[in-house]
């Protein structure tokens, strides 16, 4: 399989086969009526349906404007504006001098910030942080994120070539192990630069671990894939009895141990180096996480990780799986629009609905898979599994 064929239809609702045939001539006579020449102007014109026409035209126009939105928000990353003005206010002269750009040029900057909520005018002026502007002034992991964002958009600059297979993405390059798992060396620089990447960005994620599933039950767990450990130190800090493990591939181990000793950990956290596609994963974890690793993977390389984590458990032991999924009620977008073209550049793995994993899993022997319900599924959303 070609990282290209999703296998959408395997998923059933996009294939549309179960619709029932007076579904499908009603849809057909809504698309004739809603593409007639005169809908619009009927439709603006009736005081009921205005408001609908209305906020659709709206929607529409940001689809369009989406990627000057995108660079909005990459250019006050790119010039730290929202960072200075966490500090307090300050003035188009004081931001266009700190910037180092025209004051009539910034201002454009200032203005489409502000209509994005990114900026709040304060005064005549006086620019401070708006309401989506804060949690990228607070939160280094989405500036890193946002940055990071521009890698694919310069592989999505041409998406048809993307999706016919006829440009040779950015994205793959970013991430070393998509060109196999034991290189004969691996680029460190390259690791060490997604590895932070993740590390930073994890923190929204470890916040919904935390907050939907009882850690204490267990005696030792294992992250699978872990990077260089930002979620077993949280673990540890917040769980003081549990023994911790990570295993990643061997340069990823060395940061995740080198992070353990730092944070005094080296007595109950340890990492291990391998890749989970040709070495058998260690025992003596009660649980074992995957988290933002599954998606990465074909099915193949996905249904012989789950095989191994169920043969490395004890009767008994769980898998607590968290990563974005498709169709997740609330993230909609984000899964759908957004992460099914992340992978398609990053050139393997795909977005899995909730049905799709559970059935890897019971697959790979789990007995039982249930959803963890939590806060955000925007960030992940969590299946939990047990081997009997
Ligand atoms: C997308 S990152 C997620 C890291 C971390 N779990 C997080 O959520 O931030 C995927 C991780 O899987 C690791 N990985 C990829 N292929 C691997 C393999 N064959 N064996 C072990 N680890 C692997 C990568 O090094 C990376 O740390």
Redesign the pocket.
Known sequence: MTPKSLDLAKAGKHSGESRPSWRNQLDKRIDAWMTAPGFYRWAISNPITRWITRRRASQLFNLMAGFVHSQVLLSCVRLSLLEKLREGPQTLHQLAQACEISAPALQRLLHAAVSLRLLELRGPNLYGLGALGAPVAADVGLRLMIEHNAVLFDDMRDTVALLRDEIQPHMQAYWP?MNG?KPPTWETDK?AR??EL??T??RF?IEELLASYDFSRHRCVM??????G??ITALAQQHTDLQLML???PP?AALANARFQANGLGGRASALG??????PLPKGADLVTL???AH??PDATVKALLKSIYQALPAGGMLLLAEPMAEASGAHSMGDAYFHFYLLAMGSGRLRTPQELKSLISEAGFSRVVDVANPMPLHTRLLLAQKN
């Open positions: 192990y798992d690791v997604y590895s993740m590390s960005s994890q994620v992250d699978v894939g872990g990077g260089q930002g979620w295993f990643d591939l990823v391998g890749s989970f596609i040709s070495d988290v933002r690793v990465d993977h």
